[in-house]
């Protein structure tokens, strides 16, 4: 193959995409950028394509990639280059079929073996077990984690180089058409048909319009393999008449019969015919999809090259592949990000991306073995050397010997330590030299690293509140698509951001780029400052003893009454401050804080004569939001609060933003957007009633302490408050008042689930244990118990959370151990 490398000159890439450009400068690009918060390795080579979608605009963060000294710009509106000097801008019709055009050029250039997935379930998984089974026999180029959308495919396709033997590309739709564009990309010689479930559905007319849209994929391909099946052989037949099959499953007109399979302890033995010859293969785990998914990759093994590559012994050790990126608590005041057993250097730029999110003011950390991966020492210790510059890591501790042999090169880049293995670093670095950090955690499988994270933890106990801030985003981006582009967004994040965890959530939240944040008490927006959160905060219940506080760490309060107007205004003066921002609060039917409709002249009048203080909003609360019945009285409190707004606007004479929609009311009253929206329980996805695809973001879960038997008759608890009618068996489990699992779920008011099944409370909540009913249930001691969770329907965990009145949540002690990921 001729020499292949994502390196072109600016006119080339003018070119490839049909376009002119401004400035022909002989620049080479080689890197693409379509998110303006990552900084460039290189800025100078790189390209930004300003991409246009439903909710961002890419041609508003041109100022923001310009300023970390990209130069280079793919756009499809007309630009002022005044604005930007010796910016180079590629003028296109579309940026997102500009960036697809790129890809496949690039594509049409890589003329080896080519893998595409896709499928239901599965994709990102058999991607993975197929580059642990090959990438030390062959140089492999993969999809990074799941990037298989309309954007995921092209940044994939790029990363084919000349020292690529077989790509592998995940492609994945959520609705019809979409396949047309990957293909046209993609153009696989070879494809995994994974297995046809449920997931993405909802856009399909039916199940069957789904499997033909995926099949589009494989159109131009030579091979497909795909699980036997009489159904999907005929529309495969009939979809892909020129692409050869490749089947597997239990009946012998498969190519690869799976004969039987035993399963001990926690692996599976998978015993298949191929070729009139028999033999196995043992994975270590026992669920169906795995088994589904390791049977995909082992046919894989057997067809590419002939099977040359096939070792049965390597399914042993198939790794688990982990979708998210863990943030825990650590000793010493630190954080854990654990991704070990991914190792690669496109995870660990994806990993460093996510500690710079979340670091703060904590230094950074970066803990990383031997990075074992087909390509030179040379080149792959140089990138990482590039990536500990681009994130400022602050301290590198490197384990194994070949990452060992490069430490005068890195050690000249920042403080560094070295160590041949795992045991030697737990021997002998001082865990106190980790204090105050948030730590990186990235190791292959060999390095065992999990004995790291255990000795770095905080010692909890097995109580845990699991936060997905990835389920967060999407739900923050299921609201940001019913807004205007112009529209800004504030978010809560009062109560310990309703008990999920202030800081963690708040850096999620600034790095997506929301425009405020609110809290209920001064203190929170002191943390929140202290933490290095940059983000304007608005304090709801400022009181005169926190003002100097409120001045000291510039947050803005919420200003709802004249005494606290008089108070504020005084305290103001006594600093020497001018035009200081405040929140302007009317009560237009919720009958709790705010100023009257009747106070409107006299702010006016008062405000006008002040040099202190300066309104830049102005809000009100809708007191019922989602009950449809209360429409009416929604609407005239929306119409009450837009006279009052058009009335100070007019009286100060400047223009003020405008908010009064909560969650509730973003999904309702699309009219009363105003200038900005108030987003708070919608976000952690406890919205009742919603018709959003909200996802829950926080699950509480424990385990079974103990198991005992009991007789009818037989009492449970303090003052024998709990009665056996029957007998059965009662679960004990290490959470209680004290956890902030309320007291009031006492004797049957409260559940667990456990294993999939409802467990009523028995008896009286304790301070640190609860009695659930397990009669009849499949439970063991050591099983998982989950309070609320990602089990459960959002209308179930909004029922939950009301019946307790979110006294779990937001009152969950300190020794509850909470666990952060991103998938």
């Given at each position: 193959?001729?020499?292949?490398?994502?390196?072109?000159?600016?006119s080339?890439?003018?070119?490839?995409?049909?376009?002119?450009?401004?400035?022909?400068?002989?620049?080479?690009?080689?890197?693409?950028?379509?998110?303006?918060?990552?900084?460039?390795?290189?800025?100078?080579?790189?390209?930004?394509?300003?991409?246009?979608?439903?909710?961002?605009?890419?041609?508003?963060?041109?100022?923001?990639?310009?300023s970390?000294?990209?130069?280079?710009?793919?756009?499809?509106?007309?630009?002022?280059?005044?604005?930007?000097?010796?910016?180079?801008?590629?003028?296109?019709?579309?940026?997102l079929?500009?960036?697809?055009?790129?890809a496949k050029?690039?594509?049409?250039?890589?003329?080896?073996?080519?893998?595409?997935?896709?499928?239901?379930?599965?994709?990102t998984?058999?991607?993975?077990?197929?580059?642990?089974l090959?990438?030390?026999?062959?140089?492999?180029?993969?999809?990074p984690?799941?990037?298989?959308s309309?954007?995921?495919v092209?940044?994939?396709?790029?990363?084919?180089?000349?020292?690529?033997?077989?790509?592998?590309?995940?492609?994945g739709?959520?609705?019809?058409?979409?396949?047309?564009?990957?293909?046209?990309?993609?153009?696989?010689?070879?494809?995994?048909?994974s297995?046809?479930?449920?997931a993405?559905?909802?856009?399909?007319?039916?199940?069957?319009?789904?499997?033909?849209?995926?099949l589009?994929?494989?159109?131009?391909?030579g091979?497909?393999?795909?699980r036997?099946?009489?159904?999907?052989?005929?529309?495969?037949?009939?979809?892909?008449?020129?692409?050869?099959?490749?089947?597997?499953?239990?009946?012998?007109?498969?190519?690869?019969?799976?004969?039987?399979?035993?399963?001990?302890?926690?692996?599976?033995?998978?015993?298949?015919?191929?070729?009139?010859?028999?033999?196995?293969?043992?994975?270590?785990?026992?669920?169906?999809?795995?088994?589904?998914?390791?049977?995909?990759?082992?046919?894989?093994?057997?067809?590419?090259?002939?099977?040359?590559?096939?070792?049965?012994?390597?399914?042993?050790?198939?790794?688990?592949?982990?979708?998210?990126?863990?943030?825990?608590?650590?000793?010493?005041?630190?954080?854990?990000?654990?991704?070990s057993?991914?190792?690669?250097?496109?995870?660990?730029?994806?990993?460093?991306?996510?500690?710079?999110?979340?670091?703060?003011?904590?230094?950074?950390?970066?803990?990383?073995?031997?990075?074992?991966?087909?390509?030179?020492?040379?080149?792959?210790?140089?990138?990482?050397?590039?990536?500990?510059?681009?994130?400022?890591?602050?301290?590198?501790?490197?384990i194994?010997?070949?990452?060992?042999?490069?430490?005068?090169?890195?050690?000249?880049?920042?403080?560094?330590?070295?160590?041949?293995?795992?045991e030697?670093?737990?021997?002998?670095h001082?865990?106190?030299?980790?204090?105050?950090?948030?730590?990186?955690?990235?190791?292959?499988?060999?390095?065992r690293?999990?004995?790291?994270?255990?000795?770095?933890?905080?010692?909890h106990?097995?109580?845990?509140?699991?936060?997905?801030?990835?389920?967060?985003?999407a739900?923050?981006?299921?609201?940001?698509?019913?807004?205007?582009?112009?529209?800004?967004?504030?978010?809560?994040?009062?109560?310990?951001?309703?008990?999920?965890?202030?800081?963690?959530i708040?850096?999620?939240?600034?790095?997506q780029?929301?425009?405020?944040?609110?809290?209920?008490?001064?203190?929170?927006?002191?943390?929140?400052?202290?933490?290095?959160?940059?983000?304007?905060v608005?304090?709801?219940?400022?009181a005169?003893?926190?003002?100097?506080?409120?001045?000291?760490?510039?947050?803005?309060?919420?200003?709802?009454?004249?005494?606290?107007?008089?108070a504020?205004?005084?305290?103001?003066?006594?600093?020497?401050?001018?035009?200081?921002?405040?929140?302007l609060?009317?009560?237009?039917?919720?009958?709790?804080?705010?100023?009257?409709?009747?106070?409107?002249?006299?702010?006016?009048?008062?405000?006008?004569?002040?040099?202190?203080?300066?309104?830049?909003?102005?809000?009100?609360?809708?007191?019922?939001?989602?009950?449809?019945?209360?429409?009416?009285?929604?609407?005239?409190?929306?119409?009450?609060?837009?006279q009052?707004?058009?009335?100070?606007?007019?009286?100060?004479?400047?223009?003020?933003?405008?908010?009064?929609?909560?969650?509730?009311?973003?999904?309702?009253?699309?009219?009363?957007?105003?200038?900005?929206?108030?987003?708070?329980?919608?976000?952690?996805?406890?919205?009742?009633?919603?018709?959003?695809?909200?996802?829950?973001?926080?699950?509480?879960?424990?385990?079974?302490?103990?198991?005992?038997?009991?007789?009818?008759?037989?009492?449970?608890?303090?003052?024998?408050?709990?009665?056996?009618?029957?007998?059965?068996?009662?679960?004990?489990?290490?959470?209680?008042?004290?956890?902030?699992?309320?007291?009031a779920?006492?004797?049957?008011?409260?559940?667990?689930?456990?294993?999939?099944?409802?467990?009523?409370?028995?008896?009286?909540?304790?301070?640190?244990?609860?009695?659930?009913?397990?009669?009849?249930?499949?439970v063991?001691?050591?099983?998982?118990?989950?309070?609320?969770?990602?089990?459960?329907?959002?209308?179930?965990?909004?029922?939950?959370?009301?019946?307790?009145?979110?006294?779990?949540?937001?009152?969950?002690?300190?020794?509850?151990?909470?666990?952060?990921?991103?998938?």
């Amino acid at each position: 193959m001729k020499k292949l490398k994502f390196a072109y000159t600016v006119s080339e890439i003018a070119q490839i995409l049909s376009s002119n450009c401004n400035n022909d400068v002989p620049l080479i690009i080689d890197e693409l950028h379509f998110d303006s918060r990552k900084t460039p390795l290189n800025a100078q080579n790189a390209i930004f394509f300003a991409l246009q979608g439903s909710q961002r605009n890419g041609h508003f963060y041109l100022n923001e990639a310009y300023s970390k000294g990209i130069r280079c710009f793919v756009v499809a509106e007309i630009i002022d280059e005044k604005d930007f000097p010796n910016a180079i801008f590629i003028l296109v019709d579309n940026t997102l079929r500009a960036l697809q055009k790129l890809a496949k050029f690039h594509r049409k250039l890589y003329d080896r073996h080519l893998l595409a997935i896709t499928g239901s379930n599965g994709k990102t998984i058999i991607k993975e077990w197929l580059y642990h089974l090959l990438h030390s026999l062959v140089n492999v180029s993969r999809s990074p984690k799941s990037f298989n959308s309309q954007i995921g495919v092209p940044l994939s396709l790029i990363l084919l180089d000349e020292k690529t033997e077989l790509g592998i590309i995940e492609a994945g739709i959520s609705q019809p058409d979409e396949m047309d564009f990957l293909e046209n990309m993609i153009a696989p010689q070879l494809g995994i048909l994974s297995h046809m479930g449920d997931a993405h559905q909802a856009n399909f007319d039916s199940h069957l319009q789904k499997i033909k849209e995926k099949l589009k994929l494989f159109r131009n391909a030579g091979y497909l393999i795909h699980r036997y099946d009489l159904e999907l052989n005929a529309i495969i037949a009939n979809e892909l008449p020129q692409c050869k099959t490749f089947r597997w499953g239990s009946t012998s007109e498969a190519d690869v019969q799976i004969v039987s399979q035993q399963t001990k302890a926690n692996l599976t033995q998978i015993f298949f015919r191929y070729a009139d010859f028999d033999d196995s293969i043992l994975i270590p785990f026992t669920n169906e999809s795995a088994v589904e998914n390791a049977i995909s990759a082992l046919c894989f093994m057997l067809l590419f090259e002939t099977g040359k590559y096939f070792v049965a012994e390597k399914f042993r050790t198939l790794p688990p592949v982990s979708m998210r990126l863990e943030l825990k608590s650590a000793r010493f005041n630190s954080l854990i990000i654990n991704d070990s057993y991914n190792s690669d250097l496109n995870s660990v730029a994806e990993a460093l991306e996510f500690l710079n999110q979340q670091a703060g003011i904590k230094q950074k950390v970066l803990i990383i073995s031997d990075i074992l991966q087909s390509i030179a020492d040379v080149q792959l210790y140089t990138k990482l050397g590039l990536l500990i510059q681009k994130y400022r890591i602050d301290i590198f501790i490197g384990i194994g010997q070949v990452i060992s042999s490069w430490q005068a090169d890195l050690k000249a880049l920042l403080a560094s330590f070295f160590y041949a293995t795992t045991e030697d670093f737990l021997q002998e670095h001082k865990i106190t030299q980790l204090a105050n950090s948030i730590i990186l955690l990235k190791g292959a499988r060999q390095f065992r690293f999990e004995k790291i994270a255990h000795w770095l933890e905080s010692k909890h106990h097995s109580t845990r509140l699991e936060v997905n801030l990835s389920a967060m985003v999407a739900n923050l981006n299921i609201y940001r698509a019913l807004l205007h582009q112009q529209t800004k967004v504030m978010v809560m994040v009062k109560a310990y951001s309703y008990g999920n965890g202030t800081l963690e959530i708040a850096r999620m939240l600034e790095y997506q780029k929301v425009d405020f944040l609110a809290v209920a008490y001064a203190n929170e927006g002191v943390e929140l400052k202290n933490a290095g959160i940059s983000l304007p905060v608005m304090v709801m219940n400022p009181a005169p003893e926190d003002f100097d506080q409120i001045l000291e760490y510039s947050l803005m309060p919420e200003i709802y009454s004249w005494s606290v107007l008089y108070a504020f205004v005084e305290k103001l003066k006594e600093f020497g401050l001018r035009n200081y921002p405040v929140h302007l609060k009317f009560d237009t039917g919720m009958s709790r804080l705010g100023f009257c409709s009747s106070d409107v002249l006299q702010l006016i009048d008062f405000l006008k004569k002040q040099e202190s203080i300066k309104v830049i909003s102005v809000f009100s609360h809708l007191a019922s939001a989602e009950d449809v019945a209360d429409d009416d009285f929604s609407h005239r409190q929306i119409n009450l609060f837009l006279q009052i707004s058009q009335e100070l606007e007019i009286g100060l004479g400047y223009k003020l933003i405008k908010h009064i929609l909560n969650s509730a009311g973003i999904e309702r009253f699309p009219q009363a957007q105003f200038d900005m929206v108030r987003l708070g329980i919608g976000l952690y996805g406890a919205t009742s009633g919603s018709k959003l695809p909200l996802q829950n973001i926080s699950s509480l879960k424990t385990i079974v302490s103990q198991i005992k038997e009991l007789n009818a008759g037989d009492t449970v608890g303090y003052n024998r408050r709990g009665i056996m009618k029957t007998s059965g068996r009662i679960a004990t489990i290490p959470i209680g008042y004290a956890d902030g699992f309320s007291r009031a779920l006492s004797n049957g008011v409260g559940s667990v689930w456990i294993n999939g099944k409802e467990a009523p409370v028995v008896g009286s909540v304790c301070m640190d244990m609860t009695m659930v009913d397990v009669s009849g249930l499949n439970v063991e001691e050591g099983d998982e118990v989950e309070i609320f969770g990602s089990g459960m329907s959002i209308d179930k965990m909004a029922s939950l959370r009301n019946t307790i009145s979110y006294e779990v949540l937001t009152s969950i002690s300190g020794r509850v151990k909470r666990i952060y990921f991103y998938e």
